[in-house]
Each structure stands twice: as structure tokens, then as C-alpha cells.
């Protein structure tokens, strides 16, 4: 959490990466003060591009998505208030390191580096499945271990839960669609895709929701929600044929750095003697790799 001291309109904070990297997202949460938040930022660049950044008069969190500017720090001004007492906020950049390094106004990687800026393992070698093992309290808003995932609508990851979460006193809001503080395991359970003794389960992420509703499902009383960022559903986990190889099909790709996962669809699949291959883009880069 940055905060000036009731400098309100052109105090800033510069920040430099460890490297370069290519922006993709900029996350954002004003301070709960009313006088302490800011309306308008300015985003400068080291490569000296800028971005303009509105903000309501709410101390929600906010993402704002960056148009892939390659830089290796950025300084955030404040440009327009609320209030003027000890503005700043909580942030974060999100995006992918270039491998070529970089300083101050270093240009682009050329097209030969840009092939190699995500490493990719060896595809469908399921010893190598990782899956994210959790404990009964766990939820999306209060454990750290879903922080290199990409959350977004359609995204799936798959957990083990331990046994016996059903009989745990953790809370679950909502039923066939979960508002992301409900206790992962045991809406797991209470959705009816795992049993008593735990196991494995593949979370779906879907919009955000304004209306969750209370429901008894599986011995469990879920409670109502008002709102949530986002919602999770959950399916079966299925060991084989986890991803359809087919053109259009998505998939997660796995990167180096963070974040650690990105989108993917398939383009092409290739057979040949030396067995099974695929094409694919990035979704957000939207470029062959």
C-alpha cells in the first residue's frame, strides 16, 4: 500500500522490474478513506509510453488492461483526487519477462527472441500434472496458492481436497454457482462432485454474480451472497483425455515466470513417427509460438 503525505495531485511513485517485461495488466485498489483516494493516474513508462487510468470513488479492486508495453519500471502520478489527504493505493503489474534482459528504452526483442519468451514442457505427459492441494479452509480469498493462475470465465484448474471437509465449519455461499470466499472442499462436496472422503475436482471460473442463493445440497446448508468478482463451478475431475485435441480447443500454457499460466487454444494437431504435436496461440499475446 503506497501512501503520500498530503500531497494529493502530482505526487507520485516510480517502481523499476527486474528485467524487462511486456505489460499486459495493471491492478489497482484505492485507500478505504474517501479523502484519501484518487480519481484520475497517470501511468509513465520507461519506453515513454503512458496510460490514463480513471478511477471511481471506491476503494474496490480494479484491473486495468495494458496494451502489451514493454518497459522495465513505471511511474505512477497522481493526476486527479477525491480528497486530498494521503492518496495512494494498493497496485500491482502483471506480465510476462522478455527474455533479452533490457535497460531504460530498450527496444523490442526482435522476432527471434520473441519465439523463445515462454518456454513450453513437453505436452501431455501426465506425471508432470501438477495439481493444487488444498486444506479444508482454503478459499480463493484467503490462500495464496492459486496467485500465478489467470482467473478469468472458463479458466479451469483442478484440486485435491483432504477428507472429511464436509463436516467442517467453514462457510459456503451459494449452490451449483460458489461466491470465491466459500470454502472451496466442501462447496466441492456440497455441489456433489466429489464424496466424503475428498479427492480430486476441477474448478470452472464464471462471471462475477450479484445473487447468490442458499440451498441444502449433500447434508450441507449453503448460505445466501449479495456479490462476488467471480463465481466457480465444479466438474468431475477426469484423469484422461483432460484436453480434446482439436482445433479450438483451450488450454493452459505453462510459463516461466509469472504469471505462471496462460491462455492458449489449439490451432493444429499434428501426427507424426515421432508421435503427437500441437500448434497453438496465446490468447492475450494473439501470436504463433
Keep these: 500500500m ?15 522490474f527486474n528485467g524487462l517485461y511486456e505489460i499486459l495488466k495493471f491492478v489497482y485498489k484505492d485507500r478505504k478513506n474517501p479523502a484519501e483516494r484518487n480519481s484520475h493516474l497517470l501511468l509513465t513508462f520507461s519506453n515513454g509510453e503512458t496510460q490514463d487510468v480513471f478511477l471511481k470513488n471506491s476503494d474496490d479492486e480494479v484491473e486495468i488492461k495494458v496494451d502489451h508495453i514493454k518497459a522495465t519500471g513505471v511511474k505512477i502520478i497522481i493526476k486527479g483526487v477525491y480528497g486530498t489527504m494521503n492518496n495512494g493505493g494498493a497496485f500491482s503489474f ?29 505436452f501431455f505427459t501426465k506425471s508432470k500434472v501438477k495439481l493444487v492441494t488444498l486444506n479444508c479452509r482454503d478459499s480463493f480469498s484467503n490462500t495464496h496458492k492459486f496467485d500465478n493462475l489467470i482467473i478469468k470465465p472458463s479458466v479451469k484448474v483442478s484440486v485435491k481436497c483432504p477428507e472429511s471437509c464436509f463436516n467442517s465449519e467453514y462457510p459456503v455461499y451459494g449452490s451449483g454457482h460458489y461466491s ?46 449479495s456479490l462476488s468478482e467471480f463465481s466457480i463451478v465444479f466438474e468431475t475431475y477426469v484423469e484422461d ?47 504463433n509460438k
Design 94 to 122: 502483471i506480465g510476462i519477462k522478455c527474455q533479452s534482459g533490457g535497460g531504460p528504452g530498450e527496444e523490442d526483442p526482435d522476432d527471434d527472441e520473441k519465439s523463445k519468451s515462454i518456454p513450453v514442457p513437453a
Design 2 to 16: 503506497w501512501a503520500s503525505n498530503n500531497e494529493g495531485v502530482g505526487a507520485w511513485i516510480s517502481v523499476s
Design 180 to 225: 470465491k470466499d466459500s470454502a472451496i472442499c466442501k462447496s466441492a462436496y456440497h455441489s456433489k462432485k466429489i464424496g466424503s472422503k475428498g479427492g480430486l475436482v476441477t474448478i470452472v471460473f464464471g462471471k462475477a454474480m450479484s445473487n447468490f442463493k442458499s440451498e441444502l445440497s449433500n447434508g450441507i446448508k449453503s448460505e445466501g451472497r
Design 241 to 287: 483425455d483432460i484436453i480434446i485435441l482439436k482445433p479450438g480447443s483451450k488450454i493452459d500454457i505453462f510459463n516461466k515466470g509469472k504469471p505462471l499460466w496462460l491462455p492458449g487454444i489449439i490451432t493444429e494437431v499434428i501426427d507424426n513417427d515421432k508421435g503427437r504435436f500441437i500448434k497453438y496461440i496465446i490468447e492475450e499475446r494473439k501470436s
